[in-house]
C-alpha cells in the first residue's frame, strides 16, 4: 500500500530526532514522505548549550495554502513536536484542509517525559493538545504523557490494570486508538500497549537501561511507515519496537554517540522486516 504522508514537527539540524530521522525512516519504508518544519534549532536541547532557534509558525499556513491551491493532498498526517499552542491549533486546521477524505492522522504528543513536562510547556498546553488528540486515529504517547493528559498522577510502578485504565481514558477524549510506549511490568523488559477501543494487545522486549535522545521519534517514525504499508496497527508496533531496539544495541557502546541513536544501521532490517509477509 503505497500512500502520502505529511510529518509535522521541528527540525534539529544535528541530533538524530525530530524531522531527521521522521523524513528518512518513513522513506525507507517505501512511503511518500513531505515535511512541514514547525521550528529550525541547530541542535536538539538535550545535552547541548547555545543552541540556535528559528520559529516557523509564521510559515505553516502559508505553505499549506500553497499546497491546497495546488491541489497537493495528503492520506496521512503525523505530528510530532510542536512548540506552542497556536502551532496546535495551525495543525489541526492543517489536517482538516490539506488531507484527502479519510486522511490517518497520528498525533504523537511530544511534551513530556519521565514525570515532567519538556521546559516551556504547562499545563494550558496539556489542555490544548488534548483537543488535537481527540481528533487522532492512532495516538502516541509515552507513560508521563498518558498520565498528563488523562490528568493522572504519574508513578514509575504500574500495574497492568492502571495502562488499560489509561488506555481507556485517553480514547474517552476522543481518539481511535492508542499505542502506549514505555510500559513495562518486570525487571528488565518495557514494552508497548495497544488499545483499539475494543481490545488490548501488549508487546514486550527487552529493556536497555541507557537512555537516548530521539528514540521516541524513531518508533513513531517507524511506526507510521508500517502502518501506511499496510501492516496492523499491533505488527506496526512490533516491527517498531525491534526496529528501535536494534537501533540502541547499535549505538549503545559508542560512547561518543551520545546524542541520538544510529538509526541508519538498522534501516535494513527495517525494510527486510516490512518485505517478510
Not at 266 to 275: D, E, G, R, T
Request: charge should be negative.
Amino acid at each position: 500500500m503505497y500512500r502520502r504522508v505529511l510529518t509535522i514537527q521541528d527540525i534539529s539540524c544535528f541530533g538524530q530526532c525530530s524531522l531527521t530521522v521522521a523524513l528518512p525512516i518513513i522513506s525507507a519504508c517505501g512511503v511518500e514522505t513531505a515535511v512541514l518544519p514547525s521550528a529550525i534549532l541547530s541542535t536538539h536541547t538535550g545535552g547541548f548549550t547555545g543552541w540556535t532557534f528559528q520559529d516557523l509558525t509564521k510559515e505553516m499556513l502559508p505553505i499549506s495554502e500553497h499546497w491546497r491551491v495546488a491541489d497537493i493532498r495528503f492520506d496521512a498526517f503525523y505530528t510530532g513536536y510542536l512548540g506552542s499552542i497556536e502551532q496546535i491549533n495551525m495543525v489541526q486546521h492543517i489536517m482538516d484542509t490539506n488531507g484527502v477524505d479519510g486522511a490517518i492522522r497520528v498525533v504523537d504528543p511530544a511534551m513530556a517525559d519521565n514525570g515532567a513536562l519538556y521546559p516551556g510547556f504547562n499545563m494550558e498546553f496539556v489542555d490544548a493538545m488534548k483537543d488535537l488528540c481527540a481528533h487522532a486515529d492512532v495516538l502516541l504517547p509515552n507513560m508521563t504523557e498518558a498520565c498528563m493528559l488523562t490528568d493522572t498522577e504519574y508513578s514509575e510502578n504500574i500495574d497492568r490494570e492502571t495502562v488499560e485504565m489509561l488506555c481507556k481514558k485517553l480514547c474517552e477524549l476522543g481518539t481511535k486508538s492508542v499505542v502506549l510506549t514505555g510500559v513495562g511490568f518486570r525487571a528488565g523488559y518495557t514494552g508497548v500497549m495497544l488499545y483499539d477501543g475494543k481490545d488490548f494487545n501488549y508487546y514486550e522486549h527487552k529493556k536497555i537501561t541507557k537512555g537516548f535522545n530521539g528514540t521516541g521519534d524513531c518508533y513513531a517514525s517507524a511506526f507510521v511507515g508500517a502502518m501506511l504499508r499496510g501492516r496492523s496497527m499491533v505488527d506496526a508496533a512490533r516491527i517498531a519496537a525491534d526496529f528501535v531496539l536494534e537501533c540502541i544495541e547499535k549505538t549503545y557502546e559508542d560512547k561518543s554517540h551520545w546524542y541520538g541513536v544510529k538509526f541508519e544501521l538498522a534501516l535494513p532490517s527495517l525494510i527486510k522486516n516490512l518485505a517478510d509477509e
